[in-house]
């Protein structure tokens, strides 16, 4: 996961404060220690960190803080807020054209993501604005960069506007704009070249580019992978090209977050996507105050309940609420519930996006591979429709036909029977305002 490091090492500044139940200013300054190793190590922008450590200093040291019952969390909170600031605050929405199409200009250099990341935001924008984009692949340079593009195009079934590799990248440019007013696409993402490093060559090919198509939005592709290295070409490109944003790609490979905590602080610029991963849809707005509690290890609360949200419609939702009210929730909405959890990825992420169980090692007991929940699905599809809806039927000689019909011994069947009439006892008790009992919930 994304920042382990990091958040390895500021979880231990922290234990040091938190042992201690009155805070002294010489502690607050071993701690301050610590986080400022933990940053540089993270590949943190030096002069980022310096304004950090200072701003957290001065707030940490006052006597209200040092003198209150819970010091420790309190600076905890003041290094999260700080953490925010330092990212940006709040999270920047794309620009929007008032008139089609939106123009947005993808730069970055070779092999930061950015073709992969044209895919993914057409992907986002068709998901979230039901666009119709058009792309251009202007990438001339990159011998295999017009044909990646064309395949993610055909994937995603957005259409590829391109001229080969022997025509100026202006050109093509121009020639697709043409075509997107023609066929009235509402947003134009431009793949450009990228390059090995920054060059002139390059930089005025951009500006050529940007000055024909006006764009509403430039995007700089960065690996958050290079550290301190993905800072310095935001600056270089943000100096040249006076970029919009930045798409910071590779973050699920990146344990130490040097970039995502500098590159806001050192351009100015917002970082408004992150890329999780080489799908197509891993691609997430990017939050500083969660990106911040998940760096601190508090889990991401808001991800997970909008992740929950994407996959479970409002219909469903309140079918479901009424099924376990009147306590007729079934197998049949179990393997519903199954599709869902699945869908929204892996469950040890989603764990860790709880707070309490990002670092609690009895997260690691709650296991729900792919794997288990196929097994689940499979004993639920050797049921028959009857013992589906009603779940009493199960005698013993029902349970061992499903067990051979399903190939799993008869033990994991009368647990996943018990486990499945005891968390339907639960819902059925939440929804009438009765929380306790919770404990039951992972099937302990
Ligand atoms: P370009 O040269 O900048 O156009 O780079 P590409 O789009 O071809 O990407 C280079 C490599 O990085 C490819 O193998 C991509 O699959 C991979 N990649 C891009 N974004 C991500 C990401 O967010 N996470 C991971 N793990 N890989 C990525």
Redesign the pocket.
């Known amino acids: 996961m994304a920042f382990e490091g990091l958040s390895e090492r500021l979880q231990k500044a922290f234990a040091g404060l938190r042992r201690k139940g009155k805070v002294t200013e010489d502690d607050v300054r071993e701690a301050m220690r610590e986080i400022r190793l933990a940053l540089l190590e993270a590949d943190v922008n030096f002069g980022v960190v310096k304004d950090f450590v200072k701003d957290v200093r001065e707030k940490a040291v006052g006597a209200e803080v040092l003198d209150s019952l819970t010091p420790a969390q309190q600076i905890i909170k003041i290094v999260n807020d700080e953490l925010t600031k330092t990212m940006g605050e709040t999270a920047v929405p794309l620009n929007k054209s008032p008139h089609i199409p939106t123009v947005i200009m993808m730069a970055?250099?070779?092999?930061?993501?950015?073709?992969?990341?044209?895919g993914?935001l057409s992907k986002y924008l068709m998901d979230n604005d039901h666009a119709r984009p058009l792309l251009i692949a202007a990438?001339v340079y990159?011998p295999a960069?017009i044909e990646?593009l064309k395949t993610i195009g055909n994937q995603l079934n957005v259409p590829v506007f391109d001229m080969g590799t022997d025509v100026d990248p202006v050109e093509i440019v121009r020639q697709g704009m043409a075509q997107a007013a023609l066929q009235k696409n509402d947003y134009v993402i431009i793949?450009t070249a990228?390059r090995l490093q920054i060059d002139d060559a390059l930089m005025t090919e951009l500006d050529n580019i940007k000055a024909l198509a006006h764009p509403d939005e430039i995007l700089l592709?960065v690996?958050s992978m290079t550290g301190q290295a993905a800072t310095d070409v935001a600056k270089g490109f943000n100096e040249r090209l006076d970029i919009t944003g930045v798409v910071l790609?590779?973050?699920?490979?990146d344990t130490r977050g040097g970039a995502a905590l500098s590159i806001r602080a050192v351009t100015g610029k917002p970082i408004k996507f992150?890329?999780?991963?080489?799908k197509m849809d891993?691609?997430d707005v990017f939050y500083p105050d969660r990106m911040a509690n998940r760096i601190l290890g508090m889990g991401d609360m808001l991800t997970l309940i909008d992740k929950a949200q994407q996959n479970y419609d409002e219909k469903q939702a309140q079918e479901m609420a009424e099924k376990i009210q009147q306590n007729s929730f079934d197998f049949n909405d179990f393997l519903d519930q199954m599709d869902q959890i699945s869908n929204m990825g892996p469950m040890e992420d989603l764990l860790k996006m709880i707070p309490g169980l990002a670092n609690n090692p009895a997260a690691a007991n709650i296991q729900m591979s792919p794997k288990d929940i196929g097994h689940m699905k499979a004993i639920v599809y050797s049921m028959t429709p009857a013992e589906r809806v009603n779940p009493d039927l199960l005698n013993p000689s029902r349970r061992r036909r499903i067990a051979a019909g399903s190939g799993r011994p008869v033990p994991e069947v009368n647990r996943m029977i018990k486990q499945f009439n005891q968390s339907k006892k639960m819902m059925n008790q939440m929804s009438k305002g009765n929380f306790g009992g919770m404990e039951g919930m992972f099937g302990n």
């Open positions: 970055g250099l070779q092999g930061a993501g950015k073709t992969t990341t044209v993914k990438d990159r960069a990646q793949d990228g592709v690996d790609t590779k973050l699920d490979g992150v890329g999780q991963g080489e891993a691609l």
